[in-house]
C-alpha cells in the first residue's frame, strides 16, 4: 500500500457517505435480500436476489399450481406470461409494449434474431459481428451463417462503418450488424445510437445484445431504431439462476420476421391445433413450447424492483458508484490498470482492473466478503449493480482489494487452483 493509504481511506469512507446521502432517493438495497456484509459485485453474473421473489415463487408453487392446478394457465395468466414479462423488459430497454416477448435463453433468442433478419434481407450475404463478442454470440453467429450460407465478417464496433463501407464497394451486402452495447469483458459501453445509423446506412439491420445494459443503461430501442435485440433475465434484471431471457422485435418488422424454431406457443391459435403454422401477429410469433412457468414469474416478480424507477435514474446512480470505484482504487492500489474506459459515456455499469494474477485476485477477494468474477485472461471484473449498492460498498471493494494485494493474498495456494464455473 502507498504510506497514505490508511489515511486515505476514512477520508474516502466520509465521502462515501456524503454521496450515498445525495444519492438516497435511488438506493434501493431494501428491496433485495443480500447477506449482511458482503459487497456483491458480480450482479453483471447473476443478479441479487430481489425481496419480491420468494413470496411469488411460494405462491406460484402453492397455490396456483398446488391448489389451481392446469386452470392456472387462464386464471393466473400463466398462458399471457411471456408477452406480460416480455413488455416489462421493455419499459427498461425503450421499448413500447407489443414487441418483447420473454423466455428461453439468449444463445436461443440470437438463433431466432438472426435467422429472423437474414430472412429480412434475403439479398444480403455477409453477417457482420464483433470477434471480441462473448462466446456464445459468436458460435451462434457462425452456427446460423452455417445454415443459411452467409458469410460472417468480423468487425469491433469502432471498425463497422469502414468495413461496411468495404463491403459496399466489393458489392456485398450485410444482413445485420449483430453487437454487444456493453462489452462483457472491459465493460465498454459502444456509441448504439451511431453504430445503428451506420448500419441503416448500408441497408443492413441493427441486432443489439443487451445482456450487459438492461437494467443498467438506458438503451432506446425505439428511440434509435434499433431493429432487433436479445438480452438474458439474470443479470442486471435479476431474475435469478437460468432466468428467461428475452427478445425484441421492433413493430415495423414483426408482421415479416420469420420464426426459425415455430412452436405451438407461436401459433396465432394455438387452441385450433391446426396442421399447418400460421404466425401470431405479436411478438408472440417468437414464442417456441411452453415457458418455464416457475422461472418466468420469478422473473416477472423480480422486474418489480425497478417499480416507479427509470432507467435513467439507475444509470445516474451507476455512473457516480463505478466513476467513485475508480477513484478509490486509484487512491489505495498502487499501480491499478483498468480495462474499463474512464469517460462516463463510454462505461458501461462495472469497472474491470487487468492483473496477471486476476484470478487469484478474484478468490482472495471473495474470501474476504468482496465478490467480483474472474474473465480470461487477466481480468478482474466489478459489476456495479446500482439499485442495490452503495458508494461505501466501493470504499470497502477498493480497501479490501488493497490490502489482499499488499498482503499477498492472491497468491495463496488456495486461491490459485481453479474451481469449475470461473
Ligand atoms: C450472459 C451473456 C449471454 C448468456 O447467454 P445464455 O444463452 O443466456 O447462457 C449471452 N451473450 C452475452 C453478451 C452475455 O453477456
Known amino acids: 500500500m502507498p504510506p497514505d493509504a490508511g489515511a486515505g481511506v476514512p477520508a474516502l469512507l466520509a465521502e462515501a457517505a456524503a454521496l450515498d446521502a445525495a444519492h438516497a432517493a435511488t438506493d434501493l438495497r431494501a428491496r433485495f435480500l443480500l447477506p449482511a456484509g458482503l459487497v456483491y459485485l458480480?450482479?453483471?453474473s447473476l443478479g441479487a436476489l430481489p425481496a419480491a421473489v420468494p413470496p411469488a415463487v411460494a405462491d406460484a408453487v402453492a397455490r396456483q399450481w398446488g391448489q389451481d392446478l392446469v386452470s392456472s394457465w387462464n386464471t393466473h395468466g400463466w398462458w399471457d406470461a411471456p408477452g406480460r414479462v416480455g413488455d416489462?423488459?421493455?419499459?427498461?430497454?425503450?421499448?413500447?409494449?407489443g414487441q418483447v416477448v420473454a423466455g428461453d435463453s439468449t444463445s436461443v433468442r440470437l438463433h431466432q434474431a438472426l435467422h429472423g433478419a437474414v430472412r429480412l434481407r434475403p439479398d444480403a450475404d455477409v453477417l457482420v459481428t464483433d470477434p471480441g463478442s462473448f462466446p456464445t454470440d459468436l458460435y451462434v453467429t457462425d452456427g446460423v451463417a452455417e445454415q443459411t450460407g452467409l458469410e460472417v465478417v468480423h468487425?469491433?464496433?469502432?471498425?463497422?462503418?469502414?468495413?461496411?463501407d468495404r463491403l459496399a464497394a466489393a458489392g456485398r451486402r450485410a444482413?445485420?450488424?449483430?453487437?454487444?452495447?456493453?462489452?462483457?469483458?472491459?465493460?465498454?459501453?459502444?456509441d448504439l445510437p451511431a453504430l445503428t445509423r451506420a448500419a441503416?446506412?448500408?441497408?443492413?439491420?441493427?441486432?443489439?445484445?443487451?445482456?450487459?445494459?438492461?437494467?443498467?443503461?438506458?438503451?432506446?430501442?425505439?428511440?434509435h431504431g434499433v431493429d432487433l435485440a436479445v438480452g438474458c433475465g439474470y443479470k442486471y434484471l435479476n431474475g435469478g439462476p437460468g432466468a428467461p431471457a428475452w427478445v425484441y422485435v421492433a413493430a415495423r418488422h414483426l408482421p415479416h420476421v420469420h420464426n426459425v424454431l415455430p412452436g405451438w406457443h407461436s401459433h396465432a391459435?394455438?387452441?385450433?391445433?391446426?396442421?399447418?403454422?400460421?404466425?401470431?401477429?405479436?411478438?408472440?410469433?417468437?414464442?417456441v413450447g411452453t415457458p418455464p412457468m416457475l422461472s418466468l414469474l420469478a422473473l416477472e416478480a423480480a422486474l418489480t424492483a425497478f417499480d416507479g424507477v427509470d432507467v435513467e435514474d439507475v444509470r445516474v446512480r451507476s455512473l457516480s458508484l463505478t466513476a467513485f470505484l475508480r477513484r478509490c482504487l486509484e487512491a489505495l492500489v498502487p499501480g491499478v490498470a483498468f480495462a474499463s474506459p474512464a469517460q462516463d459515456d463510454r462505461r458501461g455499469s462495472q469497472v474491470?482492473?487487468?492483473?496477471?494474477?486476476?484470478?487469484?485476485v478474484v478468490r482472495a477477494l471473495a474470501a474476504r466478503g468482496v465478490v467480483g468474477d474472474f474473465r480470461e485472461p487477466d481480468i478482474v471484473r466489478l459489476g456495479v449493480a446500482a439499485p442495490y449498492l452503495t458508494h461505501g460498498d466501493m470504499?470497502?471493494?477498493a480497501q479490501h482489494l488493497a490490502e489482499a494485494l499488499a498482503a499477498d493474498e492472491h497468491r495463496d495456494a488456495r486461491w490459485t487452483e481453479r474451481a469449475t464455473v470461473t
Open 395 to 397: 470504499a470497502v471493494a
Open 175 to 190: 444482413a445485420v450488424v449483430s453487437l454487444s452495447q456493453v462489452d462483457y469483458r472491459t465493460g465498454e459501453l459502444w
Open 155 to 164: 468487425a469491433t464496433p469502432p471498425e463497422v462503418p469502414a468495413v461496411l
Open 200 to 223: 441503416h446506412a448500408h441497408g443492413a439491420l441493427a441486432l443489439w445484445d443487451l445482456c450487459h445494459s438492461a437494467g443498467a443503461v438506458p438503451v432506446g430501442l425505439d428511440e
Open 88 to 97: 416489462a423488459v421493455g419499459r427498461l430497454v425503450g421499448a413500447a409494449p
Open 269 to 287: 391459435r394455438p387452441f385450433a391445433m391446426a396442421a399447418g403454422h400460421a404466425p401470431a401477429p405479436g411478438p408472440e410469433r417468437l414464442r
Open 352 to 360: 474491470a482492473v487487468r492483473h496477471p494474477e486476476a484470478y487469484g
Open 42 to 44: 458480480d450482479g453483471n
